[in-house]
Nanobody, 118 residues
Framework: QVQLVESGGGLVQAGGSLRLSCAASGRTISDYVMGWFRQAPGKEREFVAS????????YYADSVKGRFTISRDSAKNTVYLQMNSLKPEDTAAYSC???????????WGQGTQVTVSS
């Protein structure tokens, strides 16, 4: 199966930026839709962004649109989430996932913590 490992999380002040990475191993993810999700304590996991296998189409939650950018590098078998203009409400554990589209994700990473201070 596919193993996904996120990195790049940390503590940042409001208005700052972070870039999350999701490194895949086990097999290529070039044929998968890739997504980023986040979950704050006491809240349900929510969709953040996704990108098609070709990288040509992206989707974003309204809450992050214009601030976050999802991208992928097939040569590195890696997906990224560039997060700008961070807000305290962005604080959560961020996980990447691989799937087949239409909201169907089958492989998940362990998550990386993002904390945004006011």
């Amino acid at each position: 199966q596919v193993q996904l490992v996120e990195s790049g999380g940390g503590l940042v002040q409001a208005g700052g930026s972070l870039r999350l990475s999701c490194a895949a191993s086990g097999r290529t993810i070039s044929d998968y839709v890739m997504g980023w999700f986040r979950q704050a304590p006491g809240k349900e996991r929510e969709f953040v962004a996704s990108i098609t296998s070709s990288g040509g189409i992206t989707y974003y939650a309204d809450s992050v649109k214009g601030r976050f950018t999802i991208s992928r590098d097939s040569a590195k078998n890696t997906v990224y989430l560039q997060m700008n203009s961070l807000k305290p409400e962005d604080t959560a554990a961020y996980s990447c996932a691989a799937g087949i589209g239409r909201g169907q994700y089958y492989y998940w990473g362990q998550g990386t913590q993002v904390t945004v201070s006011s």
